[in-house]
């Protein structure tokens, strides 16, 4: 059975005289997370607009949010501290970027300390 208003999930097609048209609806695509030797993460310290306090950033990450939740579940582990991840970040409580980069590395990262 067909939803009602499958039509409002359609982008960009308004009208089309081919007979044999067949829209294909946009799913969920998220895109596949790389292998770790082909992730360029780049850690580096940050200060703004968090009251003062530094943390550390892990920027870089593509993939999945699930795999990206795994890492900074391990990072935060590793290093002892507190943390989240989202828009495709890690952040972590404090300035932890040289054991960050030697987790990264161990776990088979290409990372980079950034300032």
Excluded at 80 to 106: P, T
Aim: net charge positive; proline share 2%.
């Amino acid at each position: 059975m067909a939803k009602k208003n499958e039509w409002k999930n359609r982008d960009g097609v308004v009208y089309s005289t081919n007979q044999n048209f067949q829209y294909e609806y946009s799913g969920n695509n998220e895109a596949d997370t790389l292998p770790a030797q082909q992730q360029n993460l780049k850690v580096l310290l940050d200060k703004s607009g968090r009251a003062g306090k530094q943390v550390t950033l892990v920027t870089g990450f593509l993939g999945k949010p699930g795999d990206l939740e795994s890492l900074t579940k391990l990072l935060k582990t590793k290093c002892g501290v507190g943390g989240s991840s989202k828009n495709g970040e890690i952040i972590l409580q404090g300035d932890l970027r040289d054991k960050v980069v030697q987790a990264l590395i161990k776990e088979g990262y290409k990372a980079k300390r950034i300032g």
